[in-house]
């Protein structure tokens, strides 16, 4: 069991570029979140994955967003045309059923 | 929605000292109460938790109690060390399952 994994760390991009980010929970953890955190605020909830079914999506996912999880294990969140404002930590979560989430390291996004 | 403060927003103590961090939520449906600790350029993690049914619960040097009828719970360090320093967010909610709501966090120094 090796944790949430996040690829990349970092990203820096211009602004209108399409950024992709990968996450990949921890085994046999059949729940997956993305949240978002700006500096200084705490994580913000985007969406949640159970198996391959995205059940839920915060109004803050905007239609440039877009996640999934095709075979219910690793997940990518994509930005489209990029803005300033998308410069952020954007943390994948992992989980159970009926168990706490663990999070990963994050990939710290960087828009010029 | 969940109304949640967290008091003080930032709190500095000697090393050995003990810190005590104040999580208010407004919600009465919440039963479950956690405290997360977010290291610099890393995610946030689980440290301790505790459930509507118990009043306390201690993990060597860090308690949480909860006060259900007040709708605030603490979190206490013990023998505080350097290593400590972090940023602490609350996050009550329903389950440990659903998308986590975080506080907007406490920044501890410890200072050697």
């Known amino acids: 069991d090796t944790g949430v994994s996040q690829d990349p760390r970092h990203k820096i991009t211009k602004r209108g570029q399409n950024v992709t980010f990968r996450c990949d929970p921890i085994s046999e953890h059949n729940r997956l979140y993305w949240y978002r955190q700006t500096l200084g605020q705490g994580p913000e909830f985007l969406t949640y994955?159970?198996?391959?079914?995205?059940?839920?999506k915060s109004r803050l996912l905007s239609d440039r967003f877009s996640a999934e999880r095709p075979k219910g294990s690793f997940s990518t969140l994509e930005i489209q045309r990029t803005e300033q404002g998308d410069s952020a930590m954007y943390l994948c979560?992992?989980?159970?059923?009926?168990?706490?989430?663990?999070f990963g390291p994050g990939t710290r996004l960087t828009v010029t | 929605g969940e109304n949640v403060e967290q008091h003080p927003s930032t709190l500095s103590v000697q090393e050995g000292d003990s810190a005590v961090i104040k999580c208010t939520y407004s919600?009465?449906?919440?039963?479950?109460f956690p405290w997360y600790k977010q290291e610099l350029g890393k995610g946030p993690q689980l440290i301790i938790d505790i459930r509507s049914n118990v009043g306390e619960k201690k993990d060597q040097r860090i308690a949480v109690t909860l006060n259900k009828t007040a709708k605030h719970f603490s979190l206490h360090i013990t023998e505080t060390q350097p290593e400590d320093s972090a940023v602490y967010f609350c996050?009550?909610?329903?389950?440990?399952?659903?998308?986590?709501?975080f506080g907007p966090g406490t920044s501890l120094s410890v200072i050697p």
């Open positions: 994955f159970q198996n391959e079914a995205q059940l839920e």
């Open positions: 996050a009550p909610g329903e389950t440990s399952y659903d998308k986590v709501i």
């Open positions: 919600d009465s449906a919440s039963n479950y």
């Open positions: 979560a992992s989980s159970r059923d009926l168990e706490a989430q663990y």
